[in-house]
């Protein structure tokens, strides 16, 4: 079975912090992803990977970074949190070219 | 723009009876589709897929139906029962081919 997990189930930050947070898959997955979802409006892919070190921008990168310095894990970035970025957060891992997507449980994240 | 479109945010069926969800797309190059299915506090868990060579597949009681001409895609479940109340997202890879475009996402409530 594949496990993808992320680092914290609910978090709490402040307007203007550095938050970070962290995936990880145990498949030896080349893929990873970043999505949020917020109601009425879906899954939003930020940003993705598709090898160490590699990352491309997906359809909301603004306000975001990510890093990827080993295979099984992919983190996410915000450089100074704001409240528009409250959210469930979702990383996803995949197997190649059109692999299934598996995702994490999910991080609720609150910006004060 | 949204490339993968679904109207209806919500739907609530009878246990037992055909709970059919919807789902538009705008560009016929799209050619694999996936549906994915939800649970509060839970990440999205893959549920069928289907290429654009076919016109249905089938798993079960989850059935996907394919019309390329009117490119539009719709989730049947037969019987519906009360644990497939989620939210169901349609989703299609993105042009580069690893990364996956969502609907918005309906929510399913299967009453008993």
């Known amino acids: 079975d594949v496990k993808v997990t992320q680092s914290s189930r609910y978090l709490v930050k402040r307007t203007g912090e550095k938050v970070f947070l962290e995936c990880v898959q145990d498949m030896d997955h080349e893929n990873m992803f970043w999505y949020r979802q917020d109601p009425g409006l879906g899954l939003r892919l930020i940003y993705f990977?598709?090898?160490?070190?590699?990352?491309e921008k997906g359809d909301i990168p603004e306000g975001y970074s990510v890093s990827r310095e080993k295979k099984e894990r992919f983190s996410l970035i915000l450089e100074s949190a704001s409240t528009n970025q409250t959210s469930m957060y979702l990383c996803?891992?995949?197997?190649?070219?059109?692999?299934?997507?598996?995702f994490g449980p999910g991080t609720r994240l609150t910006v004060l | 723009d949204q490339q993968v479109k679904q109207n209806s945010p919500s739907l609530s069926v009878q246990e037992g009876r055909i709970s059919i969800l919807n789902c538009d797309y705008t560009?016929?190059?799209?050619?694999?589709f996936l549906w994915y299915k939800k649970y509060p506090a839970e990440g999205p868990t893959f549920l069928i897929s289907?290429?654009?060579?076919?016109d249905k597949n089938e798993d079960g009681r989850f059935t996907v139906f394919l019309n390329k001409s009117a490119k539009h895609l719709s989730l049947h479940i037969v019987p519906s029962q009360p644990g497939d109340s989620a939210v169901y997202f349609c989703a299609t890879f993105s042009n580069s081919g690893y990364a996956l475009n969502f609907g918005k996402g309906t929510s399913l409530l299967v009453t008993p």
């Open positions: 289907i290429s654009s060579i076919k």
């Open positions: 996803a891992s995949s197997f190649g070219d059109r692999g299934t997507q598996y």
């Open positions: 990977s598709y090898d160490v070190k590699m990352k």
């Open positions: 560009n016929s190059m799209f050619d694999y």
